[in-house]
């Protein structure tokens, strides 16, 4: 797998701390929704760091991808990319990776999306997958996020949802609620995965991505409710991610 | 040539003189898995060792407990670019369960509880490389972190630490296991950065 070179064409603050990275890759070959990509940077002395970012982006075939990179606070890479990258800037990028934390344009079945934080990332990408190939595939999406000020892609999922009920959106909130919401803050539990979700004797297939604790709780619960561990995919971060 | 990026210095800690190529150090113990922790209880454990059609060893949880131990302290390398320094296990080496196995096979498949397989070379986990840990930091090994047993083959990117794990089975060749079959690297080399199965 070869590292490219990839030209900064956008950049889009979604939230106080996480930037979206629009990039113009040369000779991108596509990819799959739900895969990450390797990105390089290099210092003046030839000293490099690699990290790992899911894609935003529906798979496409002119080369731009999207990378959503939320900054942590004692993060090697993270800062550089969400303060100081310009477009026009360019960066180093290897990839599509992964192939299984995949949503393909083929799959039918219910899809049960859970999303913890910045774990929505690659769901948005199969979010933005299905709607651009037109696919009729029953998606819900159960995003567990700490405030409101936090939602990443919000305005675009309400309108995906308005446009097209079979994306069904739920938010969790973990520390802080809207004014108008009717649960208080909490981690998500059995009573919202029996409300939020799609019941088990659909089969969906369900995608769980975000920290480690997230995943662990999020997996317990869809067992219990009786999905089978099967038809459960995980993806994991936290001290993956960024050097603490 | 690599591109240079404008103001970034990045950091730098003498630590990685002892780092592969391409991993940063971290403290905690993440965790990476493809689906749900499998929960199994200790006396529905089993450990078997077969050659693709004959069961040639069999352990529970309590012949398997009453083996000789040995306690380990490596480093470890995951494909997610984190490395760990001096993690401590106890575990069973892979020499002691196939002590009397005699075999012409020279590849493994080792298998999990959820399904999970990972292949390795029979001589990359025989001669003190491999183990069966139940350990960690001298406590039971949790759940998440592959308990009640899980491979520990420190020499190879993590991932080949299959969690969870109830077995092996010798092969005539080598094939590729669960995430080998994903566009991960067969061997998964950390020292010569074998991630991914097309570089």
Redesign the interface.
């Known amino acids: 797998?070869t590292w490219r070179?990839a030209t900064v064409v956008g950049l889009r603050d979604e939230t106080a701390t996480a930037r979206t990275i629009a990039l113009a890759v040369r000779d991108w070959p596509s990819h799959i929704a739900g895969q990450h990509v390797d990105v390089?940077?290099?210092?003046?002395d030839?000293?490099?760091?690699?990290?790992?970012y899911s894609i935003a982006s529906a798979p496409n075939s002119d080369g731009r991808i999207e990378i959503t990179v939320e900054r942590l606070a004692n993060g090697?890479v993270s800062p550089?990319l969400t303060k100081?990258l310009l477009v026009g800037?360019?960066?180093?990028l290897r990839g599509p990776?992964?192939?299984?934390?995949v949503w393909r344009r083929d799959q039918t079945e219910p899809i049960q999306l859970v999303a913890g934080g910045s774990g929505i990332v690659p769901l948005m990408a199969m979010i933005r997958s299905r709607a651009s190939v037109g696919s009729t595939a029953p998606f819900r999406l159960l995003y567990s996020v700490r405030e409101p000020g936090a939602v990443l892609y919000g305005d675009e999922l309400r309108a995906l949802s308005d446009q097209d009920h079979s994306v069904i959106v739920t938010y969790a909130y973990t520390r802080a609620t809207p004014k108008d919401s009717s649960r208080p803050p909490g981690r998500i539990d059995a009573m919202l995965i029996a409300t939020g979700t799609w019941p088990s004797n659909l089969n969906p297939t369900s995608y769980v991505c975000g920290p480690?604790s997230f995943v662990?709780h999020a997996?317990?619960l869809?067992?219990a409710a009786g999905h089978g561990?099967?038809n459960?995919?995980?993806e994991?971060f936290?001290?993956?991610g960024e050097?603490? | 040539m690599a591109i240079i990026s404008r103001g970034f210095a990045g950091r730098r800690s003498t630590a990685d003189a002892k780092l592969p190529p391409g991993q940063y150090l971290t403290t905690d113990f993440p965790v990476l898995s493809a689906g749900p922790t499998p929960h199994i209880p200790l006396d529905r454990w089993e450990f078997t060792i077969d050659d693709g059609s004959n069961l040639l060893k069999r352990w529970n949880w309590k012949s398997f407990r009453e083996l000789p131990t040995e306690t380990i302290t490596v480093d470890i390398h995951c494909v997610t670019r984190w490395s760990k320094f001096g993690t401590s296990w106890e575990g069973v080496s892979l020499d002691v369960l196939l002590a009397d196995v005699k075999t012409d096979l020279s590849y493994t498949m080792f298998r999990s509880y959820g399904d999970y397989t990972t292949n390795l070379p029979l001589k990359d986990v025989v001669n003190k490389q491999a183990w069966i840990a139940f350990k960690f930091n001298g406590a039971d090994l949790e759940p998440e972190h592959g308990g009640p047993a899980r491979l520990l083959v420190p020499h190879l990117y993590f991932w080949k630490s299959a969690k969870w794990v109830r077995g092996l089975t010798l092969m005539p060749h080598d094939k590729p296991g669960f995430w080998e079959g994903l566009g991960y690297h067969i061997y998964g080399d950390p020292w010569l950065e074998q991630r991914y199965s097309d570089q």
């Open positions: 797998m070179s390089r940077l290099t210092a003046p030839g000293y490099s760091a690699v990290r790992s090697e550089y100081e800037d360019d960066l180093e990776i992964g192939g299984w934390f480690t662990e997996n317990d869809l067992i561990r099967e459960i995919r995980t994991r936290g001290a993956t050097r603490k």
